[in-house]
Nanobody, 128 residues
Framework: QVELVESGGGVVQAGDSLRLSCAAS????????MGWFRQAPGKEREFVAS????????DYADSVKGRFTISRDNVKNMMYLQMNSLKTEDTAVYYC?????????????????????WGQGTQVTVSS
């Protein structure tokens, strides 16, 4: 059983930065890919970024590429999402997810269907 807890959300202005954190417990953190997803009101959940289990491979949605950076610390069992140059359209609940049970290769994963475990989400609101 894996538990994921996000933190770091808040209300910021457009152009500001924010760093989200995801604390993982259970399982062998260093052996499963992780991802960030978000869901805005009235919209479907969408992929934001993903990272392979070693941390050396990453993938980003086009909408955040160049502004967001995903990283992980396999010693602390933490994953991060550094969000810079935030835009109002980044407003959403952000979720972290773990691909635990597949015995995955060391590569990022875009599909939400692949992920086994999800956090409860953290709200990010970007005002103009």
């Amino acid at each position: 059983q894996v538990e994921l807890v996000e933190s770091g959300g808040g209300v910021v202005q457009a152009g500001d930065s924010l760093r989200l954190s995801c604390a993982a417990s259970g399982g062998t953190f260093s052996r499963y890919p992780m991802g960030w997803f978000r869901q805005a009101p009235g919209k479907e959940r969408e992929f934001v970024a993903s990272i392979g289990w070693s941390g050396t491979t990453t993938d980003y949605a086009d909408s955040v590429k160049g502004r967001f950076t995903i990283s992980r610390d396999n010693v602390k069992n933490m994953m991060y999402l550094q969000m810079n140059s935030l835009k109002t359209e980044d407003t959403a609940v952000y979720y972290c997810a773990a691909d635990v049970n597949r015995g995955s290769p060391d590569e990022p994963v875009r599909s939400a269907r692949i992920y086994d475990y999800w956090g409860q989400g953290t709200q990010v609101t970007v005002s103009s």
